[in-house]
């Protein structure tokens, strides 16, 4: 028998993309610091753990943007920042180390979404995405690969945003995208529901 789309979507086996799990977002000294980072990165083991370190990727994002464009803005708004991309603040945290047999996926942009990403996933795969920050990285992270074809699913509760207030409003954008980007939490992943076409409606 003939598989419909969705049916064909919900047998691509899921990659676990776990966005920029980096010291200058967990720090608690860092200006970016994420107060729920050591609550994420908890369930982003366990998501893992589940998922293989051959199917699990991890993202950085370094400073190496062009400083002529308005990212020169953008550094001279956070000078902290403005560091060398081999200085600690961009290392991955130690409770990342390990956790994917691939390296980094390193970009200079928000979003990581893009060829060197897709040239590991494929132009259609089926993304479980975690990390840093909701209200930043994860979001235009997430809209991206959904715009391109990518099947997403956001594990809300394995993100971490700058403030609950801005953590809420980006998940309700993201929320506004199914059926190419569907939210649950790291219970019902790791409990079976991540078909690429969303399953049951819990968390969305």
């Known amino acids: 028998m003939t598989r419909s789309p969705a049916s064909a979507a919900s047998a691509v086996r899921p990659w676990l993309l776990v966005v920029d ?3 200058i977002f967990a720090d608690p000294a860092s200006q970016w610091a994420a107060p729920t980072f050591p609550a994420a990165m908890e369930r982003i083991a366990q998501l893992a753990a589940h998922a293989g ?6 993202t950085r994002w370094l400073p190496t943007a062009d400083r002529s464009t308005s990212w020169g803005d953008y550094f001279r708004d956070w000078p902290f920042a403005d560091v060398p991309p081999t200085d600690a603040l961009y290392e991955l945290v130690d409770a990342a180390q390990g956790l994917s047999a691939r390296p980094t996926v390193d970009e200079p942009t928000f979003g990581k979404w893009g060829p060197q990403l897709e040239g590991i996933v494929g132009p259609a795969p089926h993304l479980l995405v975690a990390g840093v ?14 715009d391109a074809g990518a099947h997403v ?3 809300i509760d394995a993100c971490a945003a700058s403030t609950p207030e801005n953590g809420e409003a980006a998940l309700h954008t993201m929320s506004l995208f199914p059926p190419q980007v569907r939210l649950r939490t790291s219970a019902e992943i790791l409990g079976g529901a991540h078909t690429a076409e969303g399953g049951d409606d819990g968390g969305a």
Do not use: G, N
């Not at 930043?136 to 959904?146: D, P, Q, S």
């Open 21 to 23: 799990a980096q010291r």
């Open 53 to 58: 370190p051959e199917r699990t990727l991890l």
């Open 133 to 146: 920050s909701t209200d930043c990285c994860v979001v235009t992270t997430v809209l991206a690969a959904a």
């Open 153 to 155: 699913t956001v594990v």
